[in-house]
């Protein structure tokens, strides 16, 4: 059945062309391109969608799993992803992925699958025609995994995992913590000698970002509390903060300060799934999503949950009333000398 151009860019699964081409939604969306006459890629051809129907594939019988439209397209929705597949990796070591990519995502969540790749096995940006994905082996698709009933109620890990056919409870908690990012090579920050606390106060939308309004009394409450120089990602008026973005231009850049950081103090983003994956203490507020939901398996997290119950659920948002709560719930934080309302 042809999807109207709603359902195409809300569809739970890949799309597929006309000519037969596995398309992503997401690159129809930002390269503007009507989502005119593509079908659902479903469960067409022998193609797994965990959305559509649990299964639970042989996995040792297996020595090619093609991942269609996986991981996302966000840095933190990719770093757990592909901490799914290096589970099952670990599990089967035998197993090679070919992960098929929206060609649009943006360039830094790219660079992390190049980062990546050498221990996953191929990634391959879409469209391709579906004949090229071999009928006899293992296909799986996650595409436009934020419109999957089971994102929002499940945390994150799970999901992929769930989304892969593999029970969570099967895969310890230690082989959830991202600790895959270790084995990858990082530069060294340069211009700044000894320990320090990084602040990554923005998230990929303002509902989840630490409002502006209260970055400079958050670096002296750090400054107080650790007596560390605080850097960070982003122009802040204090005089112990360094502003780092120029000395980050590559997403291999803002993993090594993250991994060479003493402590890291960051909002519900990419920065606390890689301090996980680093094992640095972190502290992480939350607004829109439940704590557990995203870093029930990092022991060294520190969660702080804001009072906005209004806003529960929402994975995106910059509408001013919305975003108003969010900074109203932060000035109601203890921000003082003692660090209070965040360790």
Known sequence: MVLDEVSALTNAGSLLSPGGEIVASYDLEVTNTPALGYRALGQSNNINNAALSPFN?????????????????????????VTALIAIKTRFPHISFTIYRPAHAPGYVKRLYELAEPLLGTVIDLPVNLD?????????????????????????IDFFLDAMGIKADDVQSIDKRNHWLQQLALPRPEGLKGDYVLLCPAASTPVRSIPASVHEDLVEAVWQRYRR????????????????????????????????????????????????????????????IAPDLRVRDYPRCKPVSLPVPELEGIQASNRASEVDQVERAYRTLKIDADFSGFT
């Open 132 to 156: 090229t994905l071999p009928y006899t082996e293992l296909r799986i698709d996650l595409g436009n995994h934020l419109f999957w009933p089971k994102f929002a109620s499940l945390p994150m």
């Open 229 to 288: 120089p605080v850097v960070g990602f982003g122009v802040i008026d204090h005089g112990l903060y360094t502003d780092v973005t120029s000395r980050a231009p590559d997403t291999a850049d803002f993993l090594a300060w993250i991994k060479h950081a003493s402590y890291v103090v960051t909002p519900d983003t990419a920065a606390v799934h890689i301090a996980a994956g680093f094992g640095i203490p972190t502290t992480a507020f939350f607004t829109t």
């Open 57 to 81: 594939p042989d996995y040792a019988a297996v020595s090619r799993v093609h991942v269609i439209n996986g991981m996302g397209v966000t840095l933190g929705d990719s770093v757990i992803g």
